[in-house]
């Protein structure tokens, strides 16, 4: 693409508009042929048989059997909004992204969705919800592709093919279509324990929002933030929403499956079309960036742990307000594609092995799912910045470039020169220090503690909210099969907390093991509960 192909809204302009409008009072093939009928097929003689020569049958039905895309690998179920961010300048000493800086404001669209479920299934299920922001920057797109669900099962992405395996139907009978209650995904959560504390987000009432419109949203990895003077900050950055933090009860969950199975979906649609514009505060938790990466003992690269609030308050830096429903649910919710990789002038990676995989798998992923490399050019990934690429060619390209020598500096199109260089806006990678070492394939010690983060969340809980995990780990458990895999689970929750393994080794009529390690000695953290929720500004 080159500039001149983009409108400063990122729509498509000119002939694209045109065909996106699809009125008028006469139709056409895809060749703009105009058509006199298009519900009988050329035939010899009414009664005949159908021709091949029938060249408007044969397209028309050729591109209905093309219509489908596959879904998502994961997420594959969601909902979609446009918006706009306005930044308040107070992460301008940290970060010198140019849409952070006092009071810009910047579109945005945002895809929420489930994990585990195809594109068809149930809102309510008992799940992680993605939560994921394209920013139109004019510094090209910043892409944070979040949960709602502040650490991840895994900390290493070689482990993610295998997680959702685990979690997804079991390849012989395809059940169940979108929860947790089942072998495999208990099998997967009870033999790496490094997942013991995501699984007891999603047996809280977290697993199961209210809306799409009261869910936090988390960046989950730490990232690095770099302001105007090269200084580096890590950063984890959280969404607050104005509503609050608001749940379904299971029953509740259950009952809206089936009467409503695309309840945050329409919950969402309708609450913008009403002009009840759900927002967001952004904010940051920063921590300096020491060598060794930590903060207060938690090793800021495990993105299995949070920094408590208490320990880290979260700053405010801009307010996120969805005010546009997509008007084409293909064009945009299922073409929109997100990447951890899109980033803009001060914002940089860290060394967390989870973002390292993830890095590489969503560009990869997209080329399956949307047939070729050019998928930045479908309208809704357009950045609204102007793009100079040397990409040539390719399925689906749509771009024509000008010019004989794709390549830069070249001494041809009119002596081409290439200017780079952090003073001129381009993406410098902070040169951070890579300690010499021995090539290994082997988590650090700082990644083996699995079980005192969980412990400190179930601490943190009210007793309706214990009350609740209680019931959803023995529901959850009680749909296992191997009996084996229950008693493992009860093992995990032992070394959490006694009170916790206690009441589902009750329910599933078991008896409760002993810990195996000594159980953690940490503090709870209020704003863990829904609760004891606070939001900054308000
Ligand atoms: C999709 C979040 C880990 C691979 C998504 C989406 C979200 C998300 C929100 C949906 C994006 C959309 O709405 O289109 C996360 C978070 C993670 C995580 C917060 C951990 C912190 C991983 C890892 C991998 C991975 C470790 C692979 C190694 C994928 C793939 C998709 C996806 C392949 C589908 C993307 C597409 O088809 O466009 N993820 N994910 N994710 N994720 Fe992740």
């Given amino acids: 693409t080159g500039p001149d192909t983009v409108s400063p809204t990122g729509q498509p302009t000119g002939a694209d508009q045109a065909r996106m409008a699809q009125s008028g009072s006469y139709l056409t093939n895809a060749q703009g042929t105009r058509l006199y009928d ?211 009860v299971w029953e509740e969950a259950q009952i809206i499956n089936g009467v409503d199975p695309d309840f945050h979906r329409r919950d969402l649609a309708d609450a913008i079309e009403a002009g009840a514009y759900p927002q967001w505060e952004f904010g940051i938790q920063t921590f300096p960036d020491t060598p060794d990466q930590t903060f207060e003992g938690i090793d800021l690269l495990d993105p299995t742990n949070i920094v408590p609030e208490e320990l880290a308050p979260i700053q405010p830096i801009g307010l996120l307000t969805l005010d546009r429903n997509p008007s084409n649910f293909f064009a945009e919710t299922e073409q929109v594609a997100f990447h951890v990789g899109h980033l803009v002038p001060g914002i940089d990676i860290t060394d967390d092995p989870l973002l390292a995989g993830r890095l590489f798998s969503y560009l990869d992923t997209q080329i399956t799912r949307l047939a070729g490399p050019n998928f930045p050019q479908i309208p809704i990934n357009r950045p609204h910045a102007p793009v100079n690429d040397m990409l040539r060619d390719g399925f689906h390209q749509t771009a024509v470039h000008r010019g004989v020598a794709p390549y830069r500096p070249n001494s041809l199109d009119g002596g081409c020169p290439f200017t780079a260089g ?86 599933l009529g078991l008896p409760a093991p002993e810990p195996t390690v000594p159980l953690a000695d940490v503090e709870p953290s209020p704003a863990l509960s829904q609760v004891g929720h606070t939001w900054p500004t308000d």
């Avoid at 909902?79 to 579109?107: M, Q």
């Avoid at 945005?108 to 920013?135: E, I, M, P």
């Avoid at 090209?140 to 949960?147: I, P, R, S």
Wanted: hydrophobic share 40%.
């Fill in 38 to 248: 298009t519900d009988h097929s050329l035939k010899a003689g009414p009664r005949g048989p159908v021709l091949l020569q029938d060249h408007h049958l044969r397209e028309k039905v050729m591109h209905f059997d093309h219509e489908r895309i596959p879904e998502r690998v994961v997420h594959a179920r969601g909902a979609g909004a446009h918006g706009v961010f306005r930044s308040y300048g107070t992460a301008a000493n940290v970060t010198k992204a140019a849409f952070l800086a006092e009071d810009v404001e910047t579109p945005v669209f945002v895809r929420f969705s489930t994990v585990l479920g195809s594109r068809g299934s149930s809102d309510t299920v008992r799940d992680t919800r993605g939560f994921a922001t394209k920013f139109y920057t004019s510094e090209g797109v910043f892409d944070l592709v979040g949960n709602n669900i502040p650490v991840f099962f895994i900390q290493d992405a070689i482990k993610f093919p295998d997680i959702i395996h685990a979690g997804k139907p079991h390849p012989d009978r395809e059940i169940p279509q979108a929860q947790s209650a089942h072998d495999t995904f208990w099998d997967f959560v009870t033999l790496h324990t490094e997942a013991a504390h995501h699984t007891l987000w999603n047996m809280s009432d977290r697993g199961i929002p209210r809306s799409y419109r009261t869910m936090e949203g988390f960046g989950v990895h730490t990232f690095r933030l770099v302001n105007a003077a090269g200084e580096t900050t890590l950063v984890k950055f959280h969404w607050k929403p104005k509503l609050g933090v608001h749940s379904l």
């Fill in 422 to 507: 952090a003073d001129l806006g381009a993406y410098v990678e902070t040169p951070v220090r890579v300690p010499e070492a021995t090539k290994v394939r082997e988590a650090p010690e700082s990644f083996n503690d699995h079980f005192s983060q969980p412990r400190r969340f179930w601490l943190s809980m009210s007793p309706p909210e214990r009350e609740h995990i209680i019931g959803a780990y023995t529901f959850e458990l009680g749909k296992c099969y191997e009996v084996a895999i229950r008693e493992r689970a009860l093992q995990v929750l032992a070394n959490i907390d006694p009170e916790l393994c206690a009441g589902v080794a009750a329910g």
